[in-house]
């Protein structure tokens, strides 16, 4: 088990530096970065001393370590177009808006997956199932922009019902998180179905139908308990999706979180934000992934051993 | 007898409406035949991109300010905007015909779905070969850069590539491409893994055939169906990405018809004009849709073992 986790460990630093060079080398694709940082009146004089402070006369590779010890102690450098304010404030400033509305929407894509997969693989069949199969294709098959957009039109603009755009109250978050969770829906409500008919097909099942336990138990305790296993795993690429759809929902919905801010970071070319969001969401991508094995290690322990 | 026989017949006198004869009637159709999955595939994707200068009803770009902002002909929209047959899905705010638009759009995706897929399914599959073939530190190279690529936000990486690029249909071609191989670098790689065990494999080294003609000859028509289906499977995300990254302004740029940023059009005519949005999304979802169901079918046809994918 131990030497498990510190394969793991090991592959995810490397992930985690092969991560830091590309996201480092991204802000110096179109040459220098002041050329795109320095406002334009920027004269020759400032131009040398700006290079001279920031380092960048140095070889590429020294460029490279301070670049790595700064984002270990989480410094990305000013912001550029939000002066005053350095990259990493920005990101931690909007970190709560996508974390409430990431929260909210996988909430909401449990609660409605999870009964929907389990009894679609228990009345297998039947139109009930046909129904989940139906959400299941169209959460793959919908575009959560256009979805986004359609849900404004017809929930906001001709019922009324809840706000168009920003962040406020609990009205405001219904529009985004369902956009958001459409996709994990289906993907969660596909794994749970699946895993569902397995478990329901083996041995203590018919057993715990043969002692005579209701129905209902047999199917909420003994089965799902057993058959919730595998959608736990895709949990970390659900997280991560709902961080990166949120660049697309937050946009349509202005709601102000890093989404948001990635989107204005690139269109206004601001480097040092674009780095600290995408090493932010990567590093918890990493991180989220060697949890998950770990602990389905622990669960299962074939795993250990390959 | 007659009584028995009586029973039997009985089913098949039910009117074409009843309920058993529509549900095995749909379960036909929508389950074990592809049928309709293509038709609305060639109708919505290919036909329209091959075709489309020729059965366009008007130039995509060509704006008509005086017919700007037509509903579509079935809405009972104000009558001081009278819809017409001539722009059947209606018009945007500058006036250009949303069918016409659509019709090219396909072209586009098509396009860049193909050579997304040419382009990243190459690499992702040479990589994924190597990778499995020759394992060792090769394969932990290339298994660590393809955790890399997968760890990375992939639409923001795009965004951001194409702030550095500037927006064009090969950007959005190269873009997509660089986030799709890893996708195949893996699954190629697992296959392979499992067909390095068998004898053939074995008996080739023994006759002293090179790796490369291993590769080749003797590994790569085995993993053709994998291909295949993953190829198909892949299309429909493709097409998404692709419309994703139009819809933000980072993949093909305006004024080209691409579904994605037609809709990034209608966003804010939601209120008022509300098929400039709704329409090209229509197309997207068809088209996304009956690609994902092809996959599932040639998946179950031809790479049972994929049905994890």
Redo the contacts between chains.
Sequence with gaps: MQRYILIRLI?SV??LI??SI?VFS?AR??GNPLDVLLPEEADDETFTRISELWGLNDPWYAQYFTFVKNASKGEFGPSFKWQGRTAMELVLLHLPATLQLAGFSIAVAVLMAVPIGVMSAVKKGTLLDTVGKLIA??G???????LA??L??IFA?KLGWFPTSGRGGFDNMILPASALGWFSVASFMRLTRSSMLNVLDSEYIKLARIKGLPEWKVIWKHGLKNAAIPPLTVFGAIV?GQ???S??IE??FAWPGIGLL??QA??A?DYQV?QA??MF??VL??GM?LLIDILYAYIDPRIRFT | MAIEANVVELPQQLPWYSLPKLRRAAGVVFKDYPVMWLTILFLVLVFPALTAQWTAPHDPLKQQLSKRLTAPVWSSGDPAKPTSWDNILGTDKQGRDILSRIMHGSRISLMVSLSALAIGGTIGTCLGLISGYFGKWVDHLIMRIVDVFLALPLILMALVIVAVFGPSFWTAIGVISVLLWSRYTRQIRAEVLSIKQMDFVARAKVAGASNVRIIIKHIFPNITNTLIVLGTLQVGTVILLEATLSFLGAGIPRPNPAWGVMVADGRDHIASAWWIAVMPGIAIMMTVLSMNMMGDWLRDKLDPKLRQV
């Design positions: 592959q490397f992930t092969g991560v590309i991204l694709l179109s294709l169209l793959q098959s919908l575009p959560s922009f256009w957009i359609v404004i039109w603009v991560v961080m990166t759809g660049v697309t946009t349509v990635a989107l690139v269109n070319r674009i969001v995408t969401i990567s991508f990493i992934n």
